[in-house]
Structures are given as structure tokens and as C-alpha cells.
């Protein structure tokens, strides 16, 4: 029974066979390095880099449940991508409105 599940994974259409499969596990790294950032301090994050993370993951998320083979390698590593790029940004936002407002009111 392994062997079956094993070859049909093999043969499949999105499987290691493919760039189908190549792609969207090397894009692993992405968010894994994403991830390593989370103990980053936020002043060091950027709007522009997260942004593009946060929103390439979204739109390729969609794009990869609509191509055929359908490749959940992808939708899976899109939706990472598209998770840890808004989380960068609510922490970025979250320091940098926070700290505004804290120097505001120590002035005020």
C-alpha cells in the first residue's frame, strides 16, 4: 500500500518529477526566513518588502487553486507567505503608531 501512495505521488502531475513540485518547496525558504524575522525588532522591517511578501502570497494563493494540476504545495506556501508578511506588518504598524502616539503624548 506505501508503494502505491508512494509511486502515485511520484507520477503525479505536481510531484517531484515537475518544476511543480521544485517551486513552491525551494519558496519555502521565503517564509521560513520571514519567520527568523519574527524576533526581529520592528524599526528594522520594511513596508515595501512585507507588503510584496503579504500580497504576492494572496494573489498566488488564488492562482494556484485555479491551475491544473491543482499543486496544495503552493496554495500552502502562498498562504504562509501571505501570514507572515501581514504579521510583519501589524507588528511594523503597531511600533510605529505606538511609538508616534508615546512621543506625542511625552511631549504634550
Not at 521544485?22 to 517564509?31: L, Q, Y
Not at 515595501?48 to 500580497?55: G, R
Not at 491543482?70 to 501570514?83: E, H, Q, R
Not at 510583519?88 to 505606538?98: A, C, E, G, I, V
Request: aromatic share 12%; proline share 6%; glycine share 4%.
Amino acid at each position: 500500500m506505501a508503494s502505491s501512495k508512494l509511486q502515485a505521488f511520484w507520477n503525479h502531475p505536481a510531484g517531484p518529477k515537475t518544476i511543480h513540485f521544485w517551486a513552491p518547496t525551494f519558496k519555502w525558504v521565503i517564509s521560513i526566513a520571514n519567520v527568523a524575522d519574527f524576533s526581529k525588532p520592528p524599526e528594522t522591517l520594511s513596508y515595501p518588502h512585507q507588503t510584496v511578501v503579504a500580497i504576492s502570497g494572496l494573489i498566488w494563493t488564488r492562482y494556484s487553486t485555479v491551475i491544473i494540476p491543482k499543486n496544495w504545495n503552493l496554495v500552502c506556501v502562498n498562504l504562509t507567505m501571505a501570514g507572515t508578511g501581514a504579521y510583519q506588518l501589524s507588528r511594523k504598524f503597531l511600533h510605529d503608531y505606538h511609538s508616534e502616539k508615546k512621543t506625542a503624548t511625552e511631549e504634550g
